[in-house]
């Protein structure tokens, strides 16, 4: 993993700074993969797309922040001003934090919707990663459960990638036999794993997401 020059962003709401390091290199060697797209990597950081700001405590797309500085060093060097010095590195939304944006329409269209819930569906899902005992599953309400059903609205009828998040969502929900027709649409190759994976969740009545087999 190759990390990039540090740059200097502003908050595009509050003009609050924070740091952002990029990586101009990396690769997924030894990866673990779930079945809702999730991928976790040692040499793949997880940089964020969306940026919950410690100024103002509003959330932005980070693409949308201003780029005051880029450096080509790893650390903001000593010439610069003291508050770019002592920013902090800018961070991703919590959970509660995501659904709050939403609320607030940081979607702004179909498209930024569906990646903003894909997003905060994926940290929806990290306490179920590792097989844990005792660990009650998501409840069947509430804001994790209104983002499954909106996901469903905004993914249209498809195949391929579409229909794999579709009827994985489907499967979280606990609509099986709608599950298993959504698959029928997915016969990429390289799908083959997720496919498998999310019908053998839909035969044993799991609405947990599932980590596939690993490949090394
Ligand atoms: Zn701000």
């Known amino acids: ?12 709401d509050c003009g609050g700074v924070g740091t952002y390091q990029g990586c101009s290199s990396w690769n997924t060697l030894g990866a673990r993969q779930w079945t809702d797209g999730w991928i976790s990597a040692r040499m793949k950081p997880d940089l964020p797309q969306v940026v919950q700001c410690i100024h103002c405590d509003r959330a932005h797309w980070i693409r949308d922040a201003v780029i005051l500085e880029k450096y080509s060093s790893y650390k903001v060097p000593e010439s610069a001003p003291e508050e770019w010095r002592r920013a902090a590195k800018v961070k991703s939304p919590d959970e509660q934090e995501y ?48 983002n499954l059903c909106a996901m469903l609205a905004l993914l249209e009828d498809g195949e391929g990638r579409v229909a794999l998040q579709k009827a994985e969502v489907l499967r979280q929900l606990g609509r099986w036999q709608e599950s298993l027709a959504a698959l029928e649409q997915v016969n990429e190759p390289d799908y083959e794993q997720f496919v498998l994976a999310i019908r053998a969740g839909c035969q044993a009545r799991n609405t947990l997401v599932i980590e596939l087999p690993r490949t090394e």
């Open 1 to 12: 993993m190759q990390p990039s020059g540090i740059m200097v962003l502003g908050c595009p």
């Open 99 to 146: 659904y709050n944006a939403i609320r607030e329409g940081l979607g702004r269209d179909q498209e930024h919707d569906l990646q903003l819930r894909t997003l905060v569906w994926h940290v929806s899902n990290h306490p179920y990663r590792e097989p844990a005992e005792g660990l009650a599953p998501p409840p069947e309400s509430g804001e994790r459960w209104d």
